[in-house]
């Protein structure tokens, strides 16, 4: 059994303009020690998928369908005690920015020290501990003194480890590191993700790694999911995602990529700009900015196609280049609603 299973996920913000689909039927797995990948441009959906999998939306956010399911337990619609219980204990989350996610006003140690005493049965001196304990497990130095700072004390790589040894102290199953390397510098960000996969790999925890970084999932990631528009365009292994990019997103994701073999010429940024989750077409809603979109990708959305074992995504090309090498045939239904659209 997999550790995380989310299934059709569907969750949306009801504003006065409307209701925004940010989720839409999103289904992955997670399984023990295995870090998850998840890229894509901002108001893709990443962030959102996290939230809610820990249940903490916005206010005017609600999960409106689909499951999700720790170790076979559902935790839509369980409640705010069972919750309470599996936030920290079970699934545990590093925001985006260190700074704003400390409280100002209080210590490190305190905040530290809290965050253990609420989610574990240690008293005040055991939980000033195990803080001590997290701080040298990150690699902060003297752990004590910095105890006793407050977090504009610290520098922002600083501040980042801190918010890494509060999501590990209880533990937890599954770590959620929401662009955790963000406004940080080159340094910083390597130390930072070469201390994540340390970590990972001592204390066994699964990761879900959000990012539109595509260097950080090259380096850290198994597993890849590839969102636009609050939906997943493309899942499968890293190698595959890297180096079989069957999505018009994910190539358009792999030429705005600086590399050796770019350097003196112009990037390839993907044209436009992400789509109104407001008025959503009934299309792929990738179309608009696509150089290879065919009529069908107007009016009609591709339905997820396997690849192979490790590789699936929902791009009509691929059923345009099955019905060309002859390893697809169109029935009538589809030629009907436009097969013969495909090109």
């Not at 959102?48 to 559902?74: F, H, N, R």
């Not at 939980?127 to 701080?135: D, P, T, Y």
């Not at 801190?162 to 910083?188: F, G, K, Q, S, Y």
Request: aromatic share 4%; hydrophobic share 40%; net charge negative.
């Amino acid at each position: 059994m997999a550790l995380l299973e989310v299934n059709h996920l569907q969750t949306s913000f009801f504003t006065d303009a409307g209701e925004v689909k940010a989720v839409n039927d999103v289904s992955f797995t997670l399984d023990r020690g295995k870090v998850l990948g998840i890229v894509g441009e901002s108001g893709s959906g990443k962030s959102v998928t996290a939230y809610s999998i820990m249940q903490i939306l916005a206010g005017t956010g609600k999960i409106i369908g689909g499951s999700v399911k720790l170790d076979g337990q559902e935790l839509v619609g369980a409640g705010e005690k069972v919750m309470k219980n599996i936030r920290g204990n079970k699934i545990s989350i590093i925001f985006q920015d260190p700074m704003t996610s400390l409280n100002p006003t209080y210590t490190i140690g305190k905040q530290l020290i809290e965050a253990i005493m609420l989610h574990t049965p240690r008293n005040k001196k055991q939980a000033k501990e195990r803080a001590i304990e997290m701080l040298k497990l990150v690699n902060v130095n003297e752990p004590e003194k910095r105890m006793k700072q407050y977090p504009y004390e610290h520098s922002g790589g600083m501040r980042q480890r801190v918010m890494i040894a509060m999501a590990l102290a209880c533990e937890p199953d599954i770590l959620i590191a929401d662009e955790p390397t963000t406004a940080l510098d080159v340094t910083i960000q390597a130390q930072i993700l070469e201390l994540m996969g340390q970590l990972q790999e001592e204390l066994g925890m699964a990761i879900i790694m959000i990012t539109h970084d595509l260097g950080v999932v090259a380096q850290m990631c198994d597993e890849v999911i590839v969102m636009y528009a609050g939906s997943i365009c493309e899942q499968g292994t890293a190698d595959e995602i890297f180096y079989n990019p069957r999505h018009e997103y994910t190539k358009g994701l792999m030429r705005s990529i600086p590399t050796a073999d770019t350097a003196g010429h112009r990037l390839q940024p993907i044209t436009g700009t992400p789509i109104d989750l407001l008025n959503m077409p009934e299309g792929c809603p990738f179309a608009p900015r696509c150089d290879n979109a065919m009529k069908i990708c107007i009016h009609h959305r591709a339905e997820r196609m396997q690849i192979n074992d490790d590789h699936a995504a929902a791009c009509w090309m691929n059923v345009k280049k099955g019905v060309e090498d002859g390893s697809i045939e169109i029935d009538s239904e589809t030629a009907t609603e436009g097969g013969d659209d495909l090109g």
